[in-house]
């Protein structure tokens, strides 16, 4: 690990001289690449199979072959990391360690010249937030298929045409790509892309920790899809995994338990990124209160994401013993603790809402104030509620709970912090709408999205003051009223925030600019459909419908065949949404290097961004929301040479 | 970076990134690195506090009879532990100074003591006289453990380099981050192991 | 701008009518058959009586904003530099804080009542999950096991729940009271039915493959009636 500084200062000019490094044809399975990951992945397979198989056969383990054993050690551990190495996530790495002197950074894994620079260990953290795009938009496609065919088996009671256990699994699978592999890394995406812009940096700081980020992720999403062929079925014990459902059900599970761990180092390694990036790397006369509140909000994600994430790693590794190794973490006869894994699970996962939200909040911010003309109102209480919201997520786990028969004392003091969330969270609420007051609105479509979240997700979280009222929530737990609440918080929430950033940003990441009216076309059509298909969910819900059932009562018939046309639409409706960016992607009229006429330092540069963002680091000079304010600027961008900044 | 010196005076590359704080930034990755490994501690400690004392019919022996664990073995394990950690430090301290031989010594010190302790770590799995499957006592105990042990081999393979580069002659008085980050990691491993003996063998 | 604020809160109010009108004229909630399900039925009502405030309001000003305020997208003018304004932001975070707190109150005092017992004994029913059924259990009736739960009307009933394989939760929709049957541990709720007639036991707790169809029956009689069930074979 070396930081950014050090891995630019490299003796080749660059782009002249720049050699891509698709050499002669043993190049293609020798050298780092997809081809060299083709061979290798089965080899380290065949390594963790021959040590599991050997390691049983000396110990006298009966029997030798046990595939459950076999899939996890070489097809979830070894595997991978065949991969990883054959496509060359660790060659740099490894010539350190073999203590060869390190080959000086030739830049030749950053900067994308062809789409196939896409398919490589790339370093540029431009490249590598448009591979994080791409890759999570296609998991979302996946996920929202598999909510298409299990909304088709709900339009009637009973049995349609899926059975129980495929039912069940794709229900998790759906939720769980939905969350790991599309909301979470889908802002990783955005953030990556803009954040090192915004802060006037070249790069992130740890540009091959953050390539071998981003490659973790196809790994956890093959595994969860993978599951589907396991013998069984698909997991299929909710995203939320409880034991010891998740222990006895099919052998399945461990893919949940396993991929887990990859999406979760994966946001760990992310997240220290950013973290580093933020503190070490702002631009002379960045401080703390100039920083974008995309910036704020990415900087709290990342600490969530840092604390609470080996919770969840923790609890799937003691699902995973249970299952593999016989230990008794969750299982009552051994002396085992069942409620233990709620506990765990939800100080990771409560948590994880706020990470899929605050890098929206941020998107959010940044949209507002740009297209509204107008300085984000109350700039310091927005980043304060931010830290407010981190240090409140933390105490309100166990409202997950209510019902779930934990020591009751724990309810109300559990509530009271839940319900005290509002409190930070209006303040962002309340302070966009203030913005908005008598600005100058510019309707576009990433300005649709960001009005459509601000009251969808109101809604969202008005739902969740219900539930966290422990009362309302004894009745309406585990019912559709909570996958209500799910949707409007995360897909009127986290998904039309990052509809905004994608649209928002379009020109800067492509350099053309996207179809406005076809972008409207897709916010109404979303809008709309959206609310047809989520909103009956609560009433359904407090009736008695609860959740996760194939079959229910036929009083409920009628409302869930509505739900699964107005289902369908939402789904056609994003075929609006790629059909515009692939269209405008390949020949959309070019986009200016600051067609919102903003602030932020992002936009200061062309679209899309020179290979190394700046010329020279642009020196800061005020606030970023200064709309409005003759004269102002955030930042000269050749920096006055005589300031001289105290580092902070 | 010195052999390249005249090439980056007029290279193509990025423009030096500003030093927006005063904290190096591999320091600083390795010390969120480590706050998150604390958590995952922190997860395995908490599971062991459910087993032990939420849990309603928690053993009120530890471990519940007829099971020992060898508390002796253990210590003059976490003995050979915690002066590995002194080692360390004169290693770095030694290699600061410019003295490589004193470096060397300290870290190949360092680097058997860690093998001993993890040797001697495998060596008790055999004999503890109980498996993975004994119950939640031997869940936590393997667990905790186990997850130290993990951590351990993580630190030896991290010294394992520093040794490699060392005996190489990478590293002088002014370039030795890449024996400070692993002994940062390799003090953590030490202080965990201290938590983890107190809360499993000792308490 | 007197104008303005008039022509918002005309369409703050509109807003929250219709959305009273939604809230009134469906129903939204199963009719009520137990004391505790009442309870929780009046947290509800305070808990919309707020919500719609709330969102009338976040709504009236998005809509109103765009409707006053949009521009062409070709306007390079800014609006007003406008930064903050103290007194503002001090209302907006403190009348939110004393409005949860006001739902966190009353949904403490529910729910004390709802897990207190009565002065009179209450009868005691065990319940055990199993992968897909039901078992009811009446320990003061020679433990009595039954497929389906029969309770006495106006008799607070506590209900014990344990599981012998995986987590199930016990729900009556019609009882608003819920709770997880956990294996290795034993949770309790109070009911004290209300209505006379036939409800559902949900199980809603993720379970397996047969979870959608973890039914019972349940049916509240007249004391005289359950009497007479219970002394039954
Ligand atoms: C993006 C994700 C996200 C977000 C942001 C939230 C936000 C909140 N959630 Fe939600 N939640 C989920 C995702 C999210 N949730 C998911 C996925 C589950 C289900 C998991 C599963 O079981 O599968 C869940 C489940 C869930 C439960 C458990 C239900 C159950 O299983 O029984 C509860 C209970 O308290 C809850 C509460 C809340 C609260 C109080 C907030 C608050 O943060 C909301 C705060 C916001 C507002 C209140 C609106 C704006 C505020 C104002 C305009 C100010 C004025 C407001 C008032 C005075 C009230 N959520
Ligand atoms: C960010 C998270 C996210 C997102 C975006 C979605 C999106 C959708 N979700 Fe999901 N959902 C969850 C997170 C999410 N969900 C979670 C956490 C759960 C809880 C799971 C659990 O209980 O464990 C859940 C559960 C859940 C349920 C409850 C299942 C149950 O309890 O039995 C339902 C039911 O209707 C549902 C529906 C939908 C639908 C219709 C969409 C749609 O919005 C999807 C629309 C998108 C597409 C369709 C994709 C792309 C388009 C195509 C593929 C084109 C072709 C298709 C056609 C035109 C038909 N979801
Ligand atoms: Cu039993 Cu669901
Ligand atoms: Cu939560």
Known sequence: MTT???????????????????GPRWRLFFGPGLGRALWMTPLFFSLGMFLVVGLRWWWGWPPAFDWTVIVAIGGMVAAPVGFLTGIGAFDYWLHYISGRPTRPEDHSGHGATSWKDYFRVNTDHKVIGIQYLVTTFFFFTVGGFMAMLFRAELARPGLQFLDSQSFNGLVSVHATLMIFLFIIPAFAGIANFVVPLMLGAPDMAFPRLNALSYWLLPIAGVMFLASFVAPGGAFGAGWTGYAPLSVDGPVGNIFFNMGVQWAGASSVMTALNFLVTIITMRAPGMTFWRMPLLVWANFTTSLLVVIATPFIAGSQFFVFFDRVLHTSFFTPDGGGYVLGY??????????????MMLPGFGIVSEVISTMARKPIFGYRLMALSLIGILVLGFSVWAHHMFVAGMANWLRVPMMITTLLIAVPTGIKIFSWIATLWRGRIHLTTPMLFALGFVTMFTIGGLSGIYLGAVPIDIHASDTYFIVAHIHYVLFGGSVFTIFAGIYYWFPKMTGRMYDERLGKAHFWLTFVSFNATFFPMHYLGLRGMNRRVFDYPAAFGGLNFFITIASFVLGASVVVFFYNMIMSWARGPIAEGNPWRSHTLEWQVSSPPPIFNFDEIPQVVGGPYEYGVPGARHAVLAPAREVEEVPV | MTSHAEAAAHHHGPPIANQSS?????????????????????????????VRVANPDAPSTWPPPPYHFPVFVAGVNTAILVTSSFTMHWALQSIKRGNRPAFLAGMTLTFLMGLAFLLTQLVEYLHVGFNTSSGAFASVFFGLTGLHGAHVFVGLTLLGMVLVRGFRGHFSPQHHHGVELPGIYWHFVDVMWIVVYSAVYLL | MRRGIVQLVALGVVIAVLLTLVALLFKWLPSSASVEFNRIQDVYWFATAIAIGIFSLVSAVVIFSVWKWRVPLDDDADGPPIHGHTGLEIVWTAVPAVLVIAIGIVSAVVL??????????????????????????????????????????????KFTMTSVDVIHSFWVPNFGQKMDAVPGIKTTIYVTPTRLGNYQVVCAELCGLGHATMRAKARVVTQGQFVSWVKGK
Do not use: C
């Open chain 2, 22 to 50: 005063r904290v190096d930034a591999r320091v600083l990755g390795m010390l969120l690195f480590i706050a998150s490994e604390t958590m995952l501690f922190g997860s395995f400690f908490t599971v062991y506090f459910f």
């Open chain 1, 4 to 22: 950014a500084q050090h891995d630019h200062v490299g003796p080749q000019p660059y782009p002249e001289h720049y050699e891509p490094p698709h």
């Open chain 3, 112 to 157: 004390a009542k709802n897990g207190e017992a009565g002065s009179t004994p209450p009868l005691q029913v065990n319940v055990i999950g199993q992968q897909f059924t039901w078992k009811f259990v009446y320990p003061g009736y020679g433990n009595k096991t039954s497929g389906e739960l029969v309770l006495p009307i106006h008799r607070q009933t």
């Open chain 1, 342 to 355: 709620q506990h765990i699970f939800w100080f990771y996962s409560h948590p994880a809402v706020y990470i």
